[in-house]
């Protein structure tokens, strides 16, 4: 028993002149009838279909979901009435992009209250500088020190609460020195995807209400597409090679897959979850910047080893791709006794190698390994000929 190691997902086609042949179609397939001369000029050659051990390389596509862990909810620090939403779920944001904007008047007191202690405390400190010296000097009592001291750290202890009460919702002192503001505006603490709003304008909320819903950036799950051969391949824990699907990617993410999808879709397809190795850090390299960077919804591509199988092979030179889908010729029993028939069968294409494809099921039937291409060009130029 042979041993292979199959890559990508591939498949063969043809352009060239053939001879002609009868073709019947049907509900399931093209059918080329040839005589004896016929196939015997397109040197047909047809095998039952092989089993080989194949150790599998497969590239998958597929694209970044939110997961529970990568998604943050964006709250108000203080409750108030609703005057602006500049997102929608789906919207994409950057980190320091305005979500939402809220109006609350105690944030006015608040600022209020800080510019008048700001003014306050000049005058304060001054007193109590002058109290202090003047209690050295023994010109002043202790008590009239003490009560300049303590008004004067009164005073800077009120700033610094109204300090972080104000920087808790956004705004800085420089913006209160420009100008009191009665709204508070609430940023992107990162770069990701708006999953939900939960607010609509003229909505009051309440202290710390959740507003909306983000899933960030680097923190999805890779979610490839398997087809439903693979599916006794492709195991919990397997490694792969995660890298995304455009710009050029050269370099890869090691991870793993973390869970599979129970579920075969009718295109025959299955899901893949996988997630990059320390995929909750962001390190300071290619890999992690590759990993930082990727944003939910974005095309990845996974590159899967599998694991040797007993696997049903076919030349590379007996698979044609028509209409986007693999197909091959298989001989099947004719009607007429004076020809052979071969049917434009489809196929399933799961994995290749150099010079081999492999194949999720076996067609019924003996494949067509020599003279497949002629028989090919025999089923276009008929096919060319009725149109």
């Known amino acids: 028993m042979a041993f292979l190691s199959a890559s990508i997902i591939g498949c063969g086609s043809g352009s060239k002149e053939g001879a002609t042949a009868e073709v019947v179609s049907s509900s399931a397939s093209d059918t080329l009838y040839l005589d004896e001369a016929q196939r015997v000029n397109a040197g047909i050659v047809v095998t039952d279909i092989q089993r080989e051990l194949v150790n599998t390389e497969v590239n998958l596509l597929g694209r970044v979901v939110s997961s529970p862990e990568g998604e943050v909810s964006i709250s108000s620090a203080v409750g108030g009435l609703v005057k602006r939403i500049n997102v929608k779920p789906g919207d994409r944001v950057r980190k320091g992009d305005v979500l939402c904007e809220i109006e609350n008047l105690q944030v006015v007191d608040w600022q209020e209250g800080y510019l008048i ?210 197909f091959c010729f298989v001989r099947i029993t004719s009607s007429d006794p004076k020809k052979t028939a071969y049917v434009l069968t489809p196929i399933v294409v799961t994995g290749r190698q150099e010079n081999k494809v492999i194949i999720a099921q076996s067609p019924n039937g003996s494949i067509v390994v020599g003279g497949a291409y002629s028989l090919w060009m025999m089923w276009d130029a008929s096919r060319n000929a009725e149109e």
């Open 117 to 326: 202690a700001e003014s306050e405390g000049e005058v304060l400190k001054s007193d109590f500088d002058r109290q202090r010296e003047m209690y050295a000097a023994k010109a002043s009592s202790l008590k009239s020190y003490q009560m300049a001291e303590a008004a004067y750290k009164g005073n800077q202890a009120r700033k610094a609460g109204l300090v972080q009460r104000l920087m808790a919702v956004g705004i800085t002192i420089d913006q209160v020195r420009a100008g009191i503001q009665r709204r508070v505006t609430i940023k992107a603490p990162s770069n990701g995807s708006v999953v939900s709003v939960n607010v609509h304008i003229g909505m009051s909320v309440a202290d710390n209400a959740g507003v909306m819903t983000l899933a960030l950036d680097g923190a999805g799950i890779w979610v490839l597409t398997g087809y439903e051969g693979q599916t006794s391949m492709v195991k919990v824990g397997m490694d792969v090679g995660l890298s995304p699907a455009e710009g050029g990617a050269t370099r890869s993410v090691p991870g793993k897959v973390v869970a599979l999808s129970p579920i075969i879709e009718a295109d025959r397809s299955w899901k893949i979850y996988c997630k990059p190795n320390n995929a909750t850090s962001v390190n300071p390299n290619a890999e992690g910047m590759i990993v930082a960077n990727v944003k939910i919804g974005q095309a990845v591509q996974g590159k899967l080893i599998l694991n040797a199988v007993e696997s049903l092979v076919l030349p590379d030179s007996a698979v044609f791709l028509r209409d986007g889908k693999n």
